[in-house]
């Protein structure tokens, strides 16, 4: 009886772990036969706001998902300009998309309220605007209908001018062109100065103002220290007229094959990323106008008196450009809406 009570001992405890082995041989196959989702990630900067937020996306899915996502970044333009990233992001070869949100405006022109000139006070009103949620909700829905989904957006920096030669008045605008974004709501800006708005990508911008085609450029001063643009255009005007916004688009072919729980950390990763960059971007900004002047390059503002001129000149041009559209309308008119609100 002894013997046989140890043997049925044996046999249990024989049982118990087989069953562990297989149960652990079956979890570990099922994690193996779990897909794992590469994320192409681009933008067009480097070591800028665009690019942290990147960084801090990134490890936020990757967390997230356990790994199931894997982020990959390309920064500096390694996928192409803006047309082709944001065509590949479209039909998924691309699966992200970080970019100031007037690139997107031929996909829908309401991309372009935020830029509209004396819309905010500072960095921080502008930043409570667009985190509101319901107008984050309405500006990330927009491009939906194009193969685009919205998952954050931030603010970059104030918008102001870089230049090739020093401008202190308004009348110093007259006659020369500054490269813009092709949106209406920045052309307009450069026609009210008395100067010629030229889209252009990135990548053409330096070599342009090198060669004298450009006499300057409209943008936020980070992305014009990290690329070196002191050397070609040494003066920069410190207008601090609109802001400098980026959104960030996902591929809806790519996002809608993924699973539930996935989607769901995609989305909760670009609002996250999009608050916890913003404090980083503001000590950027100031980080970098130390950097900008101790590489040879100027910051000036226009008098008191100027700078009301400016921004009498500047402030109407929102509410004219959107009124030929009714959906950009209600879009604008929801952003002053909110900006009131939280102001």
């Known amino acids: 009886m002894q013997s046989r009570s140890r043997y049925d001992r044996r046999q249990v405890v024989s049982g118990l772990l087989a069953g562990a082995v297989a149960a652990g041989t079956a979890g570990r196959a099922a994690a193996q036969s779990s897909p794992v989702y590469t994320m192409k990630v681009a933008t067009l900067t480097l070591n800028d706001a665009q ?36 065509e590949g992001t479209q039909f998924g070869s691309i699966q992200a998309f970080v970019v100031p949100p007037e690139f997107l405006s031929g996909v829908d022109s309401r991309f372009e309220v935020l830029g509209a000139p004396g819309v905010f006070k500072d960095l921080e009103h502008a930043n409570r605007t667009l985190q509101a949620p319901e107008f984050n909700k309405a500006f990330l829905a927009l491009g939906a209908n194009k193969g685009l989904k919205g998952i954050g957006v931030f603010i970059n920096d104030a918008a102001a001018f870089n230049s090739r030669a020093k401008i202190e008045k308004l ?20 026609a009210k100065l008395g100067a010629t708005g030229v889209p252009m990508s990135l990548g053409e911008v330096l070599p342009a103002l090198q ?15 990290a690329l070196r643009f002191y050397d070609a255009a040494k003066f920069f005007l410190d207008s601090d007229h609109a802001m400098v916004t980026v959104v960030t ?42 950097a900008w002047v101790a590489a040879g390059g100027t910051i000036t503002k226009l008098s008191p008196d100027e700078q009301r001129e400016l921004m009498s000149l500047l402030r109407p041009i929102g509410p004219a450009v959107t009124s030929k559209s009714p959906g950009e309308k209600a879009l604008f008119d929801l952003m002053l809406k909110t900006a009131d609100t939280v102001a």
């Open 249 to 290: 688009v996902v591929s809806k072919m790519w996002y809608d094959k993924l699973p539930k729980d996935l989607q769901a950390v995609i989305d909760d990763a670009g609002q996250k990323a999009s608050v916890q960059v913003f404090p980083w971007a503001v000590e950027f900004a100031a980080k970098q106008r130390v």
């Open 171 to 190: 009348a110093d605008f007259k006659g020369r062109k500054f490269r813009v974004l092709a949106s209406a709501i920045q052309m307009e800006q450069l």
């Open 211 to 225: 060669q004298g085609t450009i006499d300057g450029v409209m943008s936020g001063l980070p992305v014009l220290t």
């Open 51 to 86: 690019h942290e937020w990147m960084r801090i996306f990134s490890g936020l899915v990757e967390s997230g998902s356990g790994g199931r996502i894997k982020v990959e970044l390309y920064p500096a333009g390694q996928l192409g300009s803006a047309a082709r990233s944001i």
